[in-house]
């Protein structure tokens, strides 16, 4: 008996195998088929026009079902492939990005030239005003009309000075030779003057003239060296600290 239900049951193990095995092929097969389904979620109905306006879709399998409330559902099915008329449309999006990307840029660059444009006009006049020179009738040219473009002016030309209360070199120069011809020189009118020395001094290093070549540098780091020596030689009779600043303004010119 037992033997019998053996022999039953290795008989009816091949039919049940291909059962299973048929099942899971369809299974694999469904599988398969739904991972290689293009599969999008809209939440919108602009982002569904994007698909419509680059050809991505079928229009005859696009679907639209209202669900009340003023609300539609969306559906629809993919092409297989990209069509020549959604990749001529793609490129031509992508082509009027870069031109808005470019005209940012442009903005960007044009703001940043007049900023810098200003600034070489506001170093220029500061130059001016320290070393007392006078623009002339052709103007102080930093940049003459070469550099200008038809869509640009980029040329900086100092025609005339604005008003400045800065000492500049005339005027110390003036103040000295005040200074020599008197002949009962106060000691506190020479530290008057060393003290405006030294703030033109500070103003030559300023960064809105912004000196950036190393000979002059070195040329004001040792008028600062001489300055610091003087203000601290009070002892000293006053003709000879007077004749001291003049040798230092004379590092100036």
Do not use: C
């Not at 469904?30 to 026009?49: G, R």
């Not at 060296?225 to 002892?235: D, V």
């Amino acid at each position: 008996m037992s033997d019998d239900n053996k022999q039953e049951f290795k008989k009816g193990l091949p039919g049940s195998f291909l059962l299973f095995l048929l099942v899971a092929i369809l299974v694999v097969l469904s599988i398969q088929n739904f991972m290689n389904t293009k599969i999008a979620k809209v939440s919108f109905s602009y982002q569904l026009e994007h698909l419509v306006n680059l050809d991505l879709v079928v229009p005859e399998e696009s679907r639209k079902t209202s669900v009340g409330d003023k609300l539609v559902s969306f559906s629809g099915k993919f092409r297989d492939r990209e069509t020549d008329e959604g990749k001529a449309r793609y490129k031509y999006l992508a082509l009027l990005n870069d031109a808005h990307e470019l005209a940012g840029e442009k903005e960007q660059v044009e703001a940043e030239l007049n900023l810098l444009q200003g600034k070489i006009a506001d170093a220029a006049q500061w130059y001016l005003s320290l070393t007392g020179q006078k623009p002339g009738a052709s103007g102080f040219r930093v940049m003459d009309e070469s550099f200008d473009t038809p869509a640009r002016m980029n040329h900086v030309i100092i025609r005339e000075l604005a008003d400045s209360d800065l000492d500049s070199i005339p005027t110390l120069q003036a103040r000295l030779d005040t200074l020599k011809a008197q002949k009962d020189l106060k000691s506190y009118a020479v530290t008057d003057f060393g003290q405006s020395m030294e703030g033109m001094l500070r103003n030559f290093r300023s960064p809105i003239l912004g000196i950036g070549d190393e000979d002059t540098k070195q040329v004001l780091r040792k008028i600062q060296t001489s300055l610091t020596s003087l203000a601290g030689a009070s002892s000293k009779p006053v003709s000879e600290q007077l004749a001291g600043y003049e040798a230092v303004l004379g590092d100036f010119k």
